[in-house]
């Protein structure tokens, strides 16, 4: 049964502590993207990547970093330099990359509380 | 500057009646357009999708409808049911872009 797996799925850290979310895709996909969501904000894009050993910033990279060593994994590290890190952080892939049409696919995400 | 709006925040309907949910974007180079729906502590999962070279998408009980000149996009769920409870997100994207999310609407299906 393919799809994508985000763990864990709920998170807590203290303030200054980095902290690395997992995302595993089995789905073959190419692309692979990172979204945060705020209440009453929609999906904010923080880091894309659509090939291995490649990835992008998004629309809030500061203070995240990630890595695309692999087809199937793009762990997200929320550095103690993200000022608002508590948040829904949500994975997600898309057969294609970035404007070729292609749905996202999500994972289940994980709630990230920093205190 | 929300390049895509869902300017209601919420929505409550009666089972069996239609449910509408409205987007409006402002850039005109978007020509992908997109449904998810959301349940708490979940991720969204795709409903329908429409490309600007049509106005219309149908996919069982679900209906996108798109005005370009407006920028003005629409999700029809009819009959609605409980289980279509849950917030809803458009998104919109192009040719190099990614997809950008309005800020979601709740939609309450009442028995």
């Known amino acids: 049964d393919g799809g994508i797996t985000q763990s864990p799925k709920y998170l807590f850290r203290k303030e200054g502590q980095n902290v690395t979310l997992s995302c595993e895709q089995n789905l073959n996909h190419d692309a692979m993207y990172w979204y945060r969501q705020d209440p009453g904000q929609g999906l904010r894009l923080i880091y894309y990547?659509?090939?291995?050993?490649?990835?992008q910033k998004g629309d809030i990279a500061e203070g995240y970093s990630v890595s695309r060593e692999k087809k199937e994994s793009f762990p997200l590290t929320v550095t103690s330099a993200q000022k608002n890190p508590t948040a829904f952080y949500l994975c997600?892939?898309?057969?294609?990359?970035?404007?070729?049409?292609?749905?996202?696919?999500f994972g289940n995400g994980t709630r990230l509380t920093v205190t | 500057d929300q390049q895509v709006k869902q300017n209601s925040p919420s929505l409550s309907v009666q089972e069996g009646r239609i449910s509408i949910l409205n987007c409006d974007y402002t850039n005109s180079m978007f020509d992908y357009f997109l449904w998810y729906k959301k349940y708490p502590a979940e991720g969204p999962t795709f409903l329908i999708s429409i490309s600007s070279i049509k106005d219309k998408n149908e996919d069982g009980r679900f209906t996108v409808f798109l005005n370009k000149s407006a920028k003005h996009l629409s999700l029809h769920i009819v009959p609605s049911q409980p289980g279509d409870s849950a917030v809803y997100f458009c998104?919109?994207?192009?040719?190099?872009?990614?997809?950008?999310f309005g800020p979601g609407t709740r939609l309450s299906v009442l028995p």
């Open positions: 998104a919109a994207g192009g040719y190099g872009q990614n997809f950008v």
């Open positions: 990547s659509q090939i291995v050993n490649d990835f």
């Open positions: 997600a892939s898309s057969s294609r990359g970035t404007g070729n049409n292609s749905p996202l696919h």
